[in-house]
Structures are given as structure tokens and as C-alpha cells.
């Protein structure tokens, strides 16, 4: 078991290797690589999906200098929310109140659904690289709608330069969560040391499995990571090794700390590392996101 | 510290690791319709596909087990990776559908062609053509990516955990003539011998081909067990024809085909020299001691020192093939001429090792060859050398008999 102080520390360091790779990834800009898709996906809910997908934008767009595109499938519509905050308050700002309903439904292109992510950071409002679709209330269960339409969402993104698109999904099997599953490459599995977290992800598993079959072969689990646990609390560390060993080398190394700051900058609307950019917690957050990246491209390595 | 692994949903836990571990990345096949599947076009390039029909039998027989791997290409149909040979099986066996594990299309040409190379050479019977071909490709593909740290080769060789000199002998093969490509083919030649051929030119490897197969029907005739050459025979007729012959073809370019009977005629008879020579020496060997294969030879052209017993072969080796010169008459004294010169190489090494017994059999047995040869085959011109050479012959078999 480390002593508290390791946190501290340790991080910190980290964080200034990180830094450096804000140069690397904007240099890796130009020669822009493939869109990489990916579905932040958990049937529990309470697990962090929404804060995951918010933080992992602002951080891919911050620290590796990504162009990111959030598309919220949720009828909360909690990501879309927290990330036009401020898009929404200020005079000036390109926004639309179309979102994924309307997207799924119609012919409108991409263009039009796109939100520009403001953000406060010191003291400062400044465009950011972070593009979002809204979510909306009525678009859970839509009747007839093309299994494809996110496929085509994809490829739009492609064309105007993005380098990842985020799909915020909520809790269930609904008409979004279906079609998102259908057109992106990897899942990615926010858990807790809670056990019914798990179980949300053995329910994926089934599900994974059938769009598999039917209408994306591509499709494929990239990862497990641990959010909101603490390993010098004994549950949390149980949960956090016995997962790390037996899980067939899916789980992240890294995991995400507990802190209250996380919901506050979610009140404040800011991404966490804008918000508190010296935190242990954004480092966390940082390392797992670089911890995600190199997995990706490890995952698309082994496919050739 | 509770311990957590006793408590009753723990098992549970367990569970769905364990279904992660299994199904969470797990491949899934599929049966797809064998008209949406389209071949790789660079595979019937590279291996053989043949025995398919024992194939299609044998899924006949015991059903169709696993299955093949397949691509989606972007336009909905699919590419094989894996399992070509399966495929035209089923395709055989009239089959609508066929298992299929389907992996993403990837995205550049390379990539493919590198898939279809490492999905191949592991699971398939390859042949020495085989390797070369699929060690070309996969050379020329990381050519054409340009990724490659050091020499080409050496990767190669990493690649296909071979060695590097391996990978050139393959390699080298595919500058050979079709008939020779079929020889190294042939389980029964050892291929890297032909390797070497590949520096000669067109004709040269015509000529080597020819003698080849000349001297294999001789092989056949003499012992029945020995069928083929050797590989240490035919990487010497390959240095015969790289260091010694290139006058020989440089005059025949230049006779433009009408050779020149003069300096054959001539030939021939330093040839009949030379092994009326060497029959003596066997003789004077055979009487006083092993030294047989101290044979000199008088032939100006010899300019680098090889081993002497073989290069009485190199002689018979100046006579060009019988296709260049047909059934003519000179043609066929050279063939008898030959004949006995080789016969009485063979022995000269072996005598030299294991003694006078054997030699003198060999002798007597082609001595019968020679005798048959003149009796029956060929209608002889000039025929007073042969007999010449008969005669002493036969004199040196009575004298060995006599001695022992």
C-alpha cells in the first residue's frame, strides 16, 4: 500500500512529461492521422460516463492537440450541457440548437449540428479545438431510422478535419446508443469498485457481441478503466488488481482519483483540466488518456 | 482487512471476468455466400494452389472445420486473407456458403499484401519456387512502403526466420530459366545448388539445363539408384560453364550457328587424346600404385587449377549440346567419345580412397558399355579412334585381371 504523499508527488512529475507533448501533438497535426471513433459506454449508470467523455475531449484537445468532436446520446443531455456553458451565455458564439434527434432523423449535414466549445481559462473565454453535437430530449427511441446514420456522422467528421469523435451513450440499449455502437471502432468501459458496475459490463459484452454479428464487424472493447476509486481504500484496491490481473490485459493501468472538484468544475462548466490543470486528478486523467492513445495504436498495429 | 475474494458475489466477479477474458474481443465467424468472396489477385502469382481436388474431397468426407479470413473490402464484398485453397475447395464441392472470420479492411495496399504473406507461409507445403516468390513479394512490397530500417535483406530474413544467405538463394532463383525453376522445384535436386546459375546468361543456362539432363539419363542408365545429380556435380558444371566456356560460346555466337567443323574436328580428337592419355595412366596407376587421380590435362583453355579428376569431365563438357547440333555425325562421335570419358572419371576419385577392386570392376563394366555402344547404336565415320581406344581399353582391363 503507497502512503498519500505518492500522490502528490509522483503525478506532478508526471505532468511535466505530459506537458512536453503538447508540442508532439501539434506538430503530428499536420500530418494528420486516421479518425479514430470511440464509444464511452457502460450499461450502469453513476459511473462516470458523461465526466469521462468531457474531460478525455478536453485533454486530448489540450495536452495533444486534437481536434475533437463530443457527439451526446444521452436524452439528459448532461455532456452537451456542460460543454456549451458557455457557447450557449456568450454573444457571438456559433452555436445551433439542432442536435443528435435531428441529425438521426433528416438529411441536414454535420456542419449544421455543430457546436464550438468555449471555454474559461484564466479568467480568460477562449475558443477551444472541442466541437459538440447536443443531445435531446425525444431522440431515445426514434422509429425508423437508418442503423448507418453515425457511419455517415463519421465520415463527415473525417472531411472536416477531426481527429476523434467522443460518443457520450447513456445507460441503455436506446435508438442513439444503437446506432453509435454501429459506426465506431472501440468501447471504452468507465467502471467503479462498485460490483454492479461490473455487471453493466457483462451486459455490454452480450451486447458487443451481437452488433458484432449483424452490423459492425470493426467494432471492439478497447478498455476498462476505473474511475472515482482509491487504492489505499481496501474495497477499491480489491476491485481495482483483481480486474487489472483477470481481465485479460483490458483494464487501464491508470485509474481516476475521487475528488470533489471533479463536480464542481462540472458546475463551473469548465473541463477538469482547465479547470484545476495542476490537480493530481487532471494528471490522472492526462496519463490515462496517453494510456488510451498508445493502445489504440497498439490495437491498430495488431490488426495488420 | 476483510477478505473480499470469500465474499458470496465474488464468484460473480469472477464470472464476468472470466466471459470478458473469452468473448470480449473474441472472433466471431460467419458463413458468407462464397459470391460476395473475391480472391487476393496477387495469390495465384505466388503459390501453388494444387491437390485442391484431395482437398475438396477431404471436406467432403469430415465436413469443413474452423475457418477462413476474410477482409471487407469498402464496397460490402469481401477479400480472402487466408484460405484460398480452402475456398476453391468448397467452391469444388459446390457449397453456397463458407465459414468466415472478418477482420477491417486494411487501409493501404502493403498492409494487405504483407497480411496475405504472413497468413500463408506458415500453414502451407511451400516449395523452394514458393519461398522465392513469396520472399520477391514481400521485398518489393517493403520497397514500395520504404519503413525499413538497414539492409532489405536482413529484414527479410527476420521476417521469414531464415538465414540471410537463405533468403538470397531463394531469391536468386527467380532469375532462372523456367526449365531450370522446375529442377529446383524438384524435391530430389538440392535447389540451392542452382543459385549460383543465376549470373549466367540466357543460353549459358539453356547449355547447363541441357547437360543437366544429359548427364541424369546417363546416371539413369549406369546404376538404377542414383537418379538424380548431385549438388556438388551440378554446382560444378555451373563453374565450368561461369570460367571456362565463355570462349567456347563467344566462337559460337560469332560462327552465327555455322560452326566451325575444323575446329571441332579438332576438338574431338584433343579430346580422344586427352583420354587415350588417361587411359594409360590409369594403366601405369593400376599396376604400381593408387595415383590414378593425378590425371593431367593438356587442353589449353584450363587456365584455373581445379580438381584434375573432374576436369577430364570438363572435356566431354566443350561438346556443344545435341540440340545445337542435331544427329550429325560428328555429334555422334562425340557421344561415344564421351561416354567412356566420363565412365572412367567416376572411378578415378573412388580409386583413389578405396582401392583397385572396385576400380577394375567399374572398368570392366563400361568397357562392356563402350564395346555394346560401338556394336549396335551409332553408325561411326570416323570410327579408327574409337576403336583405338577400345583396344587399349580392353588391353588395360586384361592387365588389371592378370595383376590380380
Known amino acids: ?304 | 482487512m476483510t477478505d473480499f475474494s470469500k465474499a458470496r458475489n465474488a464468484g460473480k466477479l469472477k464470472e464476468i471476468q472470466e466471459k470478458s477474458a473469452e468473448q470480449a474481443n473474441g472472433l466471431v465467424a460467419i458463413n458468407i455466400p462464397l459470391d460476395q468472396i473475391d480472391e487476393n489477385p496477387d495469390n495465384a502469382n505466388i503459390f501453388n494452389m494444387e491437390g485442391i481436388d484431395i482437398l475438396a474431397e477431404g471436406i467432403k468426407e469430415d465436413g469443413f472445420n474452423g475457418a477462413i479470413s476474410v477482409f471487407k473490402k469498402p464496397d460490402g464484398r469481401y477479400e480472402i486473407s487466408s484460405g484460398h485453397r480452402r475456398y476453391r475447395a468448397m467452391l469444388l464441392n459446390g457449397e453456397d456458403t463458407i465459414p468466415c472470420i472478418v477482420s477491417p479492411y486494411p487501409e493501404d495496399e502493403t498492409e494487405r499484401g504483407l497480411k496475405l504473406v504472413s497468413s500463408n507461409i506458415r500453414n502451407r507445403n511451400m516449395l523452394p519456387m514458393d519461398w522465392a516468390r513469396v520472399i520477391n513479394y514481400y521485398m518489393e512490397i517493403m520497397k514500395k512502403k520504404g519503413e525499413y530500417e538497414g539492409r532489405l535483406r536482413d529484414r527479410a530474413a527476420e521476417y521469414f526466420q531464415m538465414a540471410q544467405t537463405n533468403i538470397h538463394r531463394y531469391t536468386s532463383l527467380l532469375k532462372l530459366i523456367p526449365e531450370l525453376q522446375e529442377l529446383a522445384n524438384d524435391p530430389e535436386y538440392a535447389f540451392s545448388a542452382f543459385t549460383s546459375a543465376a549470373t549466367l546468361s540466357e543460353v549459358e543456362q539453356k547449355e547447363l539445363y541441357n547437360r543437366i539432363i544429359r548427364e541424369n539419363n546417363m546416371l539413369d542408365n549406369k546404376n538404377g539408384n542414383a537418379k538424380v545429380l548431385s549438388r556438388a556435380r551440378i554446382e560444378q558444371l555451373i563453374n565450368d560453364l561461369k570460367h571456362k566456356d565463355d570462349v567456347f560460346l563467344g566462337q559460337q555466337n560469332k560462327a552465327d550457328g555455322n560452326y566451325n567443323v575444323a575446329s571441332l574436328s579438332s576438338g574431338s580428337e584433343s579430346s580422344v587424346a586427352n583420354t587415350v592419355n588417361h587411359m594409360e595412366q590409369i594403366e601405369e596407376g593400376s599396376s604400381g600404385s593408387e595415383k590414378v587421380s593425378g590425371v593431367v590435362d593438356f587442353d589449353g583453355s584450363m587456365n584455373t587449377p581445379v580438381d584434375t579428376s573432374d576436369d577430364t569431365i570438363d572435356e566431354s563438357e566443350y561438346e556443344p549440346s545435341d540440340e545445337e547440333y542435331g544427329e550429325t555425325e560428328s555429334g555422334a562421335v562425340e557421344h561415344e567419345v564421351k561416354e567412356p570419358v566420363k565412365a572412367s572419371s567416376s572411378p578415378s576419385p573412388s580409386s583413389s580412397t578405396s582401392g583397385a577392386p572396385i576400380l577394375d570392376n567399374r572398368l570392366t563394366k563400361f568397357a562392356n558399355d563402350i564395346e555394346s555402344l560401338s556394336r549396335s547404336d551409332f553408325e561411326v565415320a570416323d570410327s579408327a579412334q574409337v576403336k583405338i581406344l577400345l583396344e587399349r581399353i580392353t588391353a588395360a582391363v586384361k592387365n588389371i585381371e592378370l595383376s590380380i
Request: with cysteine; glycine share 4%; hydrophobic share 40%.
Open chain 1, 1 to 304: 500500500m503507497c502512503p498519500r504523499w505518492t500522490h502528490l508527488t509522483f503525478p506532478i512529475f508526471k505532468f511535466k512529461i505530459c506537458s512536453k507533448l503538447d508540442i508532439t501533438g501539434l506538430l503530428a497535426e499536420r500530418r494528420r492521422s486516421v479518425l479514430d471513433t470511440i464509444a464511452i459506454f457502460n450499461q450502469k449508470g453513476g459511473v462516470g460516463k458523461t465526466t469521462s467523455v468531457v474531460n478525455f475531449a478536453a485533454c486530448l484537445e489540450k495536452e495533444f492537440g486534437k481536434k475533437v468532436l463530443v457527439v451526446d446520446c444521452d436524452s439528459q443531455c448532461n455532456a452537451s450541457s456542460y460543454l456549451t456553458t458557455f457557447t450557449d451565455t456568450e454573444e457571438g458564439a456559433v452555436r445551433t440548437d439542432l442536435g443528435v434527434e435531428e441529425y438521426l432523423k433528416g438529411n441536414i449535414p454535420l456542419s449544421d449540428v455543430l457546436n464550438r466549445v468555449l471555454i474559461q481559462f484564466r479568467r480568460k473565454i477562449v475558443e477551444s479545438n472541442i466541437y459538440v453535437v447536443r443531445g435531446t430530449k425525444k431522440m431515445d427511441f426514434i422509429d425508423d431510422f437508418d442503423t448507418d446514420i453515425f457511419k455517415r456522422l463519421v465520415s463527415e467528421a473525417e472531411e472536416l478535419g477531426f481527429d476523434y469523435v467522443l460518443f457520450d451513450c447513456p445507460a441503455n440499449l436506446t435508438t442513439p446508443t444503437l446506432a453509435t455502437l454501429s459506426a465506431v471502432r472501440f468501447v471504452l468501459i468507465p467502471v467503479s469498485y462498485d460490483i454492479y458496475s461490473l455487471s453493466g459490463y457483462d451486459m455490454l459484452i452480450d451486447n458487443v457481441q451481437a452488433i458484432r454479428r449483424t452490423t459492425n464487424i470493426n467494432l471492439q472493447v478497447l478498455g476498462i478503466f476505473f474511475n472515482n476509486i482509491r487504492t489505499d481504500w481496501n474495497l477499491d484496491k480489491y476491485m481495482y488488481e483483481s480486474n487489472r490481473d483477470n481481465l485479460n490485459g483490458l483494464a487501464f493501468k491508470t485509474y481516476i482519483r475521487p475528488s470533489r472538484t471533479v463536480p464542481t468544475a462540472a458546475l463551473f462548466g469548465i473541463p477538469y483540466p482547465y479547470y484545476r490543470p495542476r490537480n493530481p486528478v487532471a494528471n490522472d486523467y492526462i496519463e490515462l488518456v496517453n494510456e488510451i492513445i498508445k493502445r489504440i495504436k497498439k490495437v491498430k498495429k495488431g490488426a495488420k
